[in-house]
Nanobody, 117 residues
Framework: QVQLVESGGGLVQPGGSLRLSCAAS????????MSWYRQAPGKERELVAA????????NYADSVKGRFTISRDNAKNTVYLQMNSLKPEDTAVYYC??????????WGKGTLVTVSS
């Protein structure tokens, strides 16, 4: 079964940076589009960033454009989310998602990012 394990979350001050990683296994990683979602307390899960299977195309939520960067290393079966200029409103559990167009999505268990002074 596809397995996704997020890491890199933690406590960071406003304006700081953090890099999340998602290690994928039990899948042909290069065949999957990857994305990051987040869910804050009391809010619905929302798409943060996505990247195509080849890494050729990315897209971002308007709220993170210019601050976050999604990337992938297919040789390492890992997708990253570089988060800069973090704001308190970025506080959420961040989830890794993997999906092929014809298949169901797969989810990691999430990693908590807390932005607070």
């Amino acid at each position: 079964q596809v397995q996704l394990v997020e890491s890199g979350g933690g406590l960071v001050q406003p304006g700081g940076s953090l890099r999340l990683s998602c290690a994928a296994s039990r899948l042909t990683f290069s065949s999957y589009a990857m994305s990051w979602y987040r869910q804050a307390p009391g809010k619905e899960r929302e798409l943060v960033a996505a990247i195509t299977s080849t890494g050729g195309t990315t897209n971002y939520a308007d709220s993170v454009k210019g601050r976050f960067t999604i990337s992938r290393d297919n040789a390492k079966n890992t997708v990253y989310l570089q988060m800069n200029s973090l704001k308190p409103e970025d506080t959420a559990v961040y989830y890794c998602n993997a999906k092929r167009s014809w298949d169901i999505p797969y989810w990691g268990k999430g990693t908590l990012v807390t932005v607070s002074s």
